[in-house]
């Protein structure tokens, strides 16, 4: 696939930051690329700790939900959390369950199923509370859309706090005044509420949830210490919510995974035993694409309360027997991912589909918790917004993902028409529909499509047009300062150009590793590494001169470190 390169422009006194920091120019230039400017912002990126966090009390509500709980626990009225299927709402759920319990509070969790109930507070949940003789919902990472379903709550003689982190939704007056549609709730707290000074509105559900129990804390006298001791929960959400790494997020990623490495929890120390990782080597990574999937999958799969009973677990023994389940619930997803990826690659070849420039894809067979999956991967093939429909059992659901260039959720809202519901953003979108207008639904979006043939071109952004020779151990150590890497801080992206690749060698059962030198026109060379069709790679640059895409580091084999770049792009030169 054609792939188009440009270099970041962004500028700054790099030599000066550098100078004031102790850091390479380099480094000062990859910290501007992500938009940190200014010496206290650096510094904040850079050195920030858990003192840096900001004061819960900032959040709007967060003292009259503090004030309303600390009244509820001494009166013994009965709690129950409504959380969500996905990490973040579990890990919300359990901050909440453990942190209320530490108070004394009569509290119990239940969590939506996604088939069943569908995301978030509906009318069952609320009846079944009600049925439980519960007096008090407290809903995490959901809640503030759910204005009808808390409106039946109070009907019930229930009282309700909502902790979310979504978009608050927004009702328009006749004069044209558009405001926010808070739903009914002694509490209502949300940074993204427009009256919320809390500095930093990029909080996941369970840092919301986090941020509240610190508060209740507080006011009942336990030392700080017991508070922060949820931080690694908060830190895997945000991971495996997929938020943006800056700010006060990436403090408590950073700090969160200090934390894991060395968790005492021991539903997450066998999760992480019986996935073969090297605890002290934690990273985003293994929270995102190992442990995150594993508690994912009982929510896509079964229930979510498998997730939650694993992070409640006493002891070793039932700790290692739900991480199996876990793990093995995991394996069915991802082979029923890759099942349905083949399914939607096939039926794209035989009809044409990768002609349309907004793909919609109909698998009926597709369990419909995937959808979004797989709708991820066919983008990342074919470079253009993606929909995967599923049957269900009330028509037919969809879940689509998008590309930079496409708002996804404008798109859906020009077929409104041939919807019976919808909803997303811009860069993902959930719909549902009658099964015989899914045609009129693919017609439809590609004609109300204005993406041209450059948006359909991938880009790859460069931050630094950097020779390999360049390389040195003090700055791959320096561009370790900037980690931990993901959404909103990305893995930093390195270039060089008219190079050869000298005495390339294939290794791995399916030839998908070559190593090899790179030798710039001084001779110079440098160990290199490259992770795809081996032997494409030898015959595309045998004798060739190329430009590179790579990443520097460390290679340490029998106790010797030698530098090597990971070539993760390449391109022939015309000479």
Not at 385 to 396: C, E, M, R, S
Request: glycine share 8%; charged share 25%.
């Amino acid at each position: 696939m054609k792939e188009n390169w440009v270099v970041a422009a962004k500028r700054a006194d790099f030599n000066a930051i550098a100078q004031q920091f102790h850091i390479d120019p380099v480094i000062a230039r990859l910290i501007r690329n992500r938009d940190v400017i200014g010496n206290a912002a650096i510094d904040k990126y850079l050195n920030g700790t858990e003192a840096d966090l900001y004061d819960p009390a900032l959040l709007k509500d967060l003292p009259e939900a503090v004030g309303f709980l600390t009244g509820a626990v001494r009166e013994g009225r009965k709690i129950r959390i409504i959380g969500d299927y996905d990490i973040d709402g579990v890990m919300a759920s359990y901050i909440l369950l453990r942190g209320l319990s530490r108070l004394g509070a009569d509290v119990d969790v239940r969590i939506p199923e996604r088939i069943r109930d569908g995301y978030g507070l509906n009318a069952r949940l609320v009846e079944c509370a009600h049925r439980d003789g519960r007096e008090i919902l407290v809903t995490c990472d959901n809640g503030i859309a759910a204005a009808a379903e808390l409106e039946l709550a109070y009907e019930y003689g229930m009282q309700a706090i909502v902790t979310d982190h979504h978009e608050v939704p927004k009702i328009t007056d006749a004069d044209g005044t558009e405001k926010m549609q808070l739903p009914r709730a002694e509490a209502v707290i949300d940074p993204k509420r427009t009256d919320c000074s809390y500095p930093y509105p990029g909080l996941c559900g369970a840092a919301v949830a986090w941020k509240l129990i610190t508060g209740l804390y507080r006011r009942a006298g336990i030392p700080e210490a017991e508070a922060m001791a949820f931080l690694e929960y908060a830190a895997f959400a945000t991971i495996g919510d997929v938020m943006d790494l800056t700010d006060e997020n990436r403090i408590i990623v950073r700090e969160g995974l200090k934390r894991l490495r060395r968790t005492e929890n021991p539903g997450l120390a066998e999760l992480i035993r019986q996935n073969k990782i090297e605890p002290s080597a934690i990273d985003v990574y293994h929270v995102g694409f190992v442990l995150g999937p594993c508690l994912n999958a009982s929510g896509r799969l079964d229930t979510a309360g498998h997730a939650l009973e694993l992070l409640t677990a006493e002891d070793e023994t039932e700790a290692s027997r739900l991480a199996g389940d876990l793990i093995a619930l995991n394996a069915s997803r991802k082979s029923m991912t890759v099942q349905s990826e083949e399914n939607a690659l096939q039926l794209i070849r035989e009809t044409g589909l990768d002609q349309d420039r907004v793909m919609v894809v109909y698998l009926p067979d597709c369990h419909e918790s995937l959808a979004g999956i797989v709708a991820g991967r066919i983008r990342e093939q074919y470079h253009r917004p993606v929909f995967v429909l599923t049957q269900a059992a009330d028509g037919v659901k969809g879940s689509g993902r998008s590309i930079d260039a496409y708002d996804m959720y404008a798109g859906v809202c020009t077929c409104s028409e041939l919807l019976t519901k919808f909803g997303g953003h811009r860069l993902a979108a959930g719909l549902s529909l009658d099964e015989d207008q899914v045609e009129a639904f693919r017609r439809q979006i590609n004609r109300s499509c204005q993406l041209t043939e450059e948006d359909l071109i991938p880009k790859t952004v460069i931050d630094v047009p950097m020779p390999v020779s360049y390389v040195t151990a003090k700055l791959v150590e320096q561009i370790d300062y900037l980690r931990p890497f993901g959404k909103g801080n990305s893995k930093p992206v390195f270039a060089d150009r008219d190079l050869q690749v000298v005495q390339p060698r294939i290794f791995g059962k399916s030839g998908n590793v070559v190593k090899c030198r790179l030798k710039n026109p001084a001779g110079l060379t440098i160990d290199a590494v490259y992770f795809g069709e081996g032997a494409r790679f030898v015959s595309d640059t045998d004798g060739a001169h190329i430009d590179v895409i790579y990443y520097p580091g460390i290679d340490t084999f029998r106790g010797r470190n030698t530098l090597q770049v990971t070539i993760t792009n390449y391109r022939r030169r015309t000479l």
